[in-house]
């Protein structure tokens, strides 16, 4: 895949320059230098010869065998570039040049020219408006960064070119090497998912660290995602989550940023790894890259001195892994070994004067250990340490069956450690609670590499009922769903809902209350009101035909003084359910990633403790259980306070039906169920309440 | 303060040793190599010369002259080693040696003795099990640590020694230096609050940074960090904060840790900056140490890279602070003076190609800004950067009036800049999240120091009243203050009860209802029950006199038969109140920082949400104030759902009542009142029931 792009056999950079300083000089000195083994071809009206190589006056000399075309003209020239590029014969073509999307809407419609252009002719375009390209495995240096890094295991996929200067400056300074690095700028053909599929397939990337501040087409992603992450790590630091960092994402690239919840339900079902902050990006994928995965998140911690060590259990816990004591017979008999003030607890203290030996020892005990999934080491300089060798004998007990990472702390003393670790795939951090914490990525990772398989399931159901429904909303322009519908609806996907029906006046409201059976509740049927009960549409507990004939004239009259403008259509008359737990149950479509469903106990746990929780839909059971379980409020369904236990797989249910209905129907972007009334296990859930919102419904009111 | 500690003339050095790689010669060569001026007398039986210097056999040369005696002899040798220091006049003794209060009872038996010994002379001790202090002022490395920092402006304190080997190595790494650092060890003597009082009056000191794992005397902790951090910063890392890492504290120094919120409420108190890890400690004592504190939270951001400027910005956000556009005249002329693709919004965009002048402009107007409190300037080295220069540049600009804190990302390239940084005092870190987050750490300080003078009311009550119910309790040997007598207490301190009365037989239940009028609670009174309606010992809404009659009865036949042991007296019949809003308040005594004071909504906030909020007492009325609002489900007391707000001010007055009476009642270890029943503002808040503990009570069952 992209085979143009990444490895071209010739490459043309149109916009090449004498002038050092310049971009177009720079693309070409860096192919150069960076030791590319291809036909570089560099074209220019006015030059005829640039750094050493013939320049070309247009692309004829390359006509049918180009692969590559690097375009760093001004942006009014881009258009012909680009024509004469895909004239040429290129596979690929990257844009260099800025001044599109990100200047505004005429840079827009030149971009989207330039993108249909490429489209037209099966010809990917990587750009505008990035750095370029650097491939390590054929020495490919297609961008204006100078630094070209080591050959390595990680790739790095970056919305932000700047970004990829400071990547290759602090890859340069650990010593670490990269496999490709990839700025994709304002993302015109080849997105996030376009790159991510080839680095799923390129044997040379162990994991793929990006850094996004928005996502091309939320669906494509997920899938995509999902389909990476199954065989390497994905890691990803999404910026511009806050309202502020939002603000500067859209001045700076034009996205539209989805909002964070919706991204980090997105990545938590495509098993994508997140990343707080740039730190955390290369520290998790660093990790990932160099170490084998854990079983679980039993954390062994060796050290030299105690305080860090207790640095490091206290971010262990914190971040909801263990800490537990070692084997008894493996404390045993390091415990031998060890002087006698040394700890064989766990953290295992090894002394402030530890030797080498001393740590292979601790080491090798924990591996041995069936009780640990993971060791992190940490040393401090003290005057008897020896980082280096110390280094060296922690990675000669490495056997690659449970991870190894390091804390080594400290500057220059232990930068010679640094070097070893680099060198043999051991990741090393200047701070335990790093080390744990990019331990835990790997653990969250790990966990989602084993869930077991995702199993939709799919209820019988009654769709063309709902069908009729929707094309009845359709046809009467009519944009909400209200409750008969919605509960019409909802009934077709075997939720549970009282008899009662609609009724245009008092004497019929009697008679489906007569039917139905008392006590009853009325509520208003109007297509103008959503909240019903602030405006007094709702009346609960009437106990006989007279309380009903006095509620349905009373409600006819506030509502008509209240709201002069609504559509009165009559009232729903219903039989009153039994008491139970209200909860919430709802979906709104995020715009990236789709319908997004939500759970919630009703009442203040929602409106003031803002106790939910959101899941993408599609949604398994164990995912419905676990959208339920983190909920703090979950405590109370499961009985509390002199409560018994509420149906909780009835709760798990309704939102696998409520998924399956939005899949199945998306023109419906929103829906709520509040309240969802639900009793002991073996009683029937109830739908109280609905509404749904429908899109491309064309309103007119009569 | 400490002055033979830290400015000793003379210096005993007993335990020298030739043998390079003991602790013994490492102190003696760091003494010289790190160029003390003063006289350093090393004392070895056998030797009569190390390392150039005249070795004695004891301390008859310095005696009467002697300011600081290191001991570094084995630990059985330590007794005697320093009765010889004090014999000879030593005004401070340091114990390097190890084998004492962490290795067992034995260990901690010896340890007590040499520092009474210490004591009753009036000398100081530093240690034992420490790594000894380092002075820049005087070039004293009275440690066995190697590393000899440049004289600085931070002073840092360590219960770890081995953290402090990390530390130099670090700031030697950085180019930072360093004023004081002290390794307290096992704290036998001088603890954390002997060095915070040092070293607030150390002129040389700006910034005192702390890893403690313990706290040796919590109420004088308290006293001292507030005092000095009203003159200057005090960052401290509480390790052993959490049940894994505290095992480990245990297992460390064998000290107790204090749990981690009553550390949470006395830093907060005593305006300690709190570090969540170990690079943070520093991140944050550097950012303090070098820049001028902000008047508030306004975030002026400055790039030349967009991505940077989002993670800055989503930073900023996430941590409570805020990014504004600028002044709109400041805006207006800096948009003149930059290339009109940047962005002088917020952030302010320089764009890649940013020369140092440029950074300069952009720096200027943000200080120029009167909305602009803090700034945070990124730079990643692109092809135009120069490092180096922009950071002369942005330096060149300061005016000591606003803190301004660099991003410089990168390695190699942006190494240059990293020094002219360290040099002008300009705090520069390797991701932007770590800068705002350093800004938020000198914005809650400045926050903490400008807070408004803390004045605590005292209410007019009656104490005697309170004396004579302890009294009859202790007499009584009953620990527990059950129902009855708790609310005589809380009524002493101007609470308010419902009227009600002890009853001891059903006409004696029936007499005090028809006294207090009708309906009624009762519940029962025994010393051995504290949770009286579990055992069904609460009888709510007695409407009369048969009513009465019967649940005294039942009441006693049921308990009679659920909890045979227990001592029935009575039941205590009171007026049922007005419903309202059931809150949850509550004092239990720290063992580290004292009375910490409780709020809760009742029912399932406490329990199930575990929304509560602590304060230490005495509090004041904003602070009061400060543990409502910091609840979740305060907006519910502010009104919500229907209901009115309730008598918030009725609350932080309750809880200003409790503070005064356990402030004045040390006796009161715990106390709950559950439910406090609160109304609308203009109704009066009701202990509707309450219990208290007292300490130092011999219980004497009949």
Do not use: H
């Given at each position: 895949m992209l085979e143009g792009l990444l490895y071209p056999k010739t490459i043309a950079v149109i916009?090449?320059?004498?002038?050092?300083?310049?971009v177009g000089y720079a693309i070409l000195s860096n192919l150069i230098s960076g030791g590319y083994q291809g036909r570089v071809v560099p074209v220019n009206p006015s030059g005829d010869e640039i750094l050493g190589l013939r320049c070309h006056k247009d692309l004829k000399a390359v006509e049918g065998h180009l692969d590559l075309s690097i375009v760093v003209v001004p942006s009014q020239f881009v258009k012909q570039a680009v024509e004469e590029s895909i004239h040429a014969g290129a596979k690929a073509v990257t844009v260099?040049?800025?001044?599109?999307?990100e200047v505004g809407a005429k840079g827009a419609a030149a971009e989207l020219e330039v993108a249909d252009l490429c489209r037209g002719k099966g010809v990917r375009l990587l750009g505008p408006n990035c750095l370029g390209l650097i491939n390590t495995e054929n020495s490919m240096n297609a961008s204006f960064a100078a630094q070209m890094p080591k050959p390595g295991i990680i790739s790095v996929i970056s919305q932000s070119g700047a970004l990829c200067t400071a990547i290759l400056d602090w890859s340069a300074g650990r010593g670490l090497g990269l496999a490709k690095l990839i700025s994709i700028g304002n993302k015109a053909d080849l997105c996030e998912t376009d790159l991510l599929l080839a680095l799923r397939d390129?044997?040379?990337?162990?994991v793929i660290a990006c850094y996004l501040e928005s996502i091309t087409a939320g669906d494509e992603f997920i899938k995509v995602a999902e389909s990476v992450s199954a065989v390497k790590p994905v890691v990803i630091l999404k910026a511009g989550t806050t309202q502020a960092g939002g603000k500067a994402a859209s001045s700076h690239t034009g996205s539209l940023a989805g909002a964070d919840i919706a991204y980090g339900a997105a990545f938590r079902r495509a098993g994508v790894v997140r990343a707080e902050n740039f730190e955390a990006l290369f520290d998790y994928a660093s990790a990932l890259a160099m170490q084998p995965l854990p079983q679980g998140d039993r954390v062994a911690i060796i050290t030299n001195a105690g305080g860090p060590g207790i640095m490091a259990a206290d971010a262990v816990e914190n971040l909801g892994m263990q800490v537990k004591p070692l084997e008894k017979s493996i404390s045993t008999a390091l415990k031998e070994k060890?002087?006698?003030?040394?700890?064989?607890?766990?953290?295992i203290d090894v002394l402030g004067d530890a030797d080498p030996e001393r740590y292979a020892m601790a080491v090798s005990a924990a591996l041995d250990d069936q009780t640990v999934d993971g060791v992190v080491v940490i040393l401090t300089p003290q005057a008897m340490s020896r980082p280096a060798e110390t280094a060296r004998a922690i990675i000669s007990q490495m056997r690659g069956n449970k991870p190894v990472l390091a804390a080594f702390m400290g500057g220059q003393d232990v930068m010679p450690a640094r070097s070893e670790f680099v060198q043999a795939h051991l990741p090393d951090y200047p701070a335990p609670e790093r080390a744990v914490a990019s331990l835990k990525a790997m653990c969250d990772y790990a966990a989602w590499r084993r869930r077991p398989p995702r199993i939709v399931a799919r209820f019988p159901v009654n769709r063309r009922r709902v069908e009729r429904v929707i094309s009845r909303q359709v046809r009467g322009g009519l944009r909400e769903i209200g409750e008969v519908n919605a509960k019409e609806i909802l009934r077709a996907y075997d939720f549970t809902v009282l008899p009662g029906d609609f009724a245009r006046s008092p004497e019929e409201a009697v008679m489906v209350a007569d039917r139905v059976g008392y006590p009853v509740a009325m509520k208003i049927v109007s297509p103008d009101i959503v909240h019903k009960s602030d405006l007094g549409g709702v009346k609960l507990n009437l106990r006989n035909p007279q309380e009903v004939t006095d509620a349905y004239e009373l409600m006819m009259l506030r509502i008509a003084r209240r709201m002069p403008t609504a559509r009165l259509h009559g009232v729903y008359v219903e039989q009153m359910g039994k008491p139970g737990r209200e909860i919430i149950l709802g979906m709104h479509r995020d715009p990236q990633f789709g319908p997004m469903l939500m759970f919630g106990l009703g009442g203040i746990f929602v409106?003031?403790?803002?106790?939910v929780s959101f899941y993408l839909a599609p949604i398994t059971k164990e995912e419905a259980m676990q959208m339920l379980m983190s909920t703090r409020s979950y405590a109370l369904l499961k009985g509390a306070r002199g409560q018994g236990p509420v149906d909780i797989e009835g709760i798990a249910g309704a939102l696998q039906r409520i998924s399956q209905l939005v899949t199945d129907f998306p023109q419906i972007v929103e829906m709520d169920i509040n309240p969802f009334i639900v009793g002991e296990v073996g009683t029937q859930p109830i739908v109280a309440d609905a509404r749904m919102t429908l899109s491309g419904v064309e309103e007119h009111h009569e």
């Open positions: 916009g090449a320059s004498r002038t050092p300083g310049k260099i040049t800025a001044g599109f999307k390129d044997e040379q990337t162990k060890l002087p006698a003030a040394a700890s064989v607890g766990n953290p409106e003031v403790m803002k106790d």
